[in-house]
């Protein structure tokens, strides 16, 4: 699966979980399981309370780290001759966190997502 932001060719294939664990030391689908965990527990108390700022914001500077580990990830797949992470976000001037955030949770929910047959 491929997807452009603002430029930046972005590929989620196979090897994405051994490049990730190469580059950052952790496990993807561990770190994967985290996000989703506390995303699912924002979206429950969002929909059972439904008004603004009374639910508590779950995510923490490491989560976000994550999405930005994986983005770099899936870019470092599509163009190998991209910088390491924290010179390539230094040279990203028009990209926001919620392009991030975005981007990367429709990336992986395309490759990922399966249907019963």
């Known amino acids: 699966m491929?997807?452009?932001v603002k430029g930046i060719k972005l590929k989620a294939a196979?090897?994405?979980?051994f490049k990730y664990k190469a580059h950052f030391r952790r496990d993807f689908?561990?770190?994967?399981?985290?996000l989703a965990k506390k995303f699912n527990k924002k979206e429950e108390a969002t929909k059972k309370?439904?008004?603004?700022?009374?639910?508590i914001n779950e995510i923490t500077?490491?989560?976000i780290d994550i999405?930005?580990?994986i983005f770099w990830t899936c870019a470092?797949?599509?163009?190998d001759s991209i910088p390491e992470k924290e010179e390539f976000f230094g040279l990203q001037e028009n990209l926001t966190v919620t392009d991030i955030f975005e981007n990367?949770?429709?990336?992986?929910e395309a490759t990922f997502y399966t249907e019963k047959k």
């Open 2 to 4: 491929e997807l452009v």
């Open 61 to 63: 500077g490491a989560d």
């Open 14 to 17: 196979a090897n994405l979980p």
């Open 104 to 108: 990367i949770a429709y990336l992986l």
């Open 49 to 55: 309370l439904n008004k603004k700022n009374k639910h």
């Open 76 to 79: 470092k797949i599509a163009d």
């Open 29 to 34: 689908f561990n770190d994967i399981l985290k």
């Open 67 to 69: 999405m930005y580990d």
